[in-house]
């Protein structure tokens, strides 16, 4: 299945066709500013599905969403490429202590980082 098909035929109402090419887009964007600095995600300032990958945490779960729809060499490619990227906001971000309580899905990693302010640190 290709990807345009997945995102076209996933049930998923914030997967939609070219949104896992958005995610990748905004995710490299945020990873943009080299250096030690710690990254701070920021939300989006518009909550559509269209805006929503503005937030590089909801980017990030539409690559983590998308990747179950995808066929297994796809999939696998896919899931090396975001674990490539993943490897920055892994040691530029710092954790929240508190986002267990605040966070959609506490249960995945990027939404246990500390957020706000402006991304470039």
């Known amino acids: 299945m290709s990807l345009h098909r997945a995102e076209r035929l996933s049930g998923d109402h914030v997967i939609f066709p070219g949104v896992t090419d958005l995610a990748l887009r905004r995710y490299r964007a945020f990873l943009q500013p080299v250096g030690r600095r710690p990254l701070y995600p920021r939300d989006a300032q518009c909550p559509c599905r269209g805006c929503s990958p503005d937030d590089v945490r909801h980017a990030r779960d539409v690559l983590d969403d998308i990747m179950p729809q995808r066929p297994v060499r796809a999939r696998s490619e896919l899931s090396r490429h975001v674990a490539r990227l993943d490897s920055v906001p892994r040691t530029r971000t710092l954790p929240d202590p508190s986002a267990h309580c605040r966070q959609w899905h506490p249960e995945r990693w990027w ?7 402006s991304e470039s640190g």
Not at 111 to 117: A, F, K, V
């Open 111 to 117: 939404r246990r980082r500390l957020s706000g302010g």
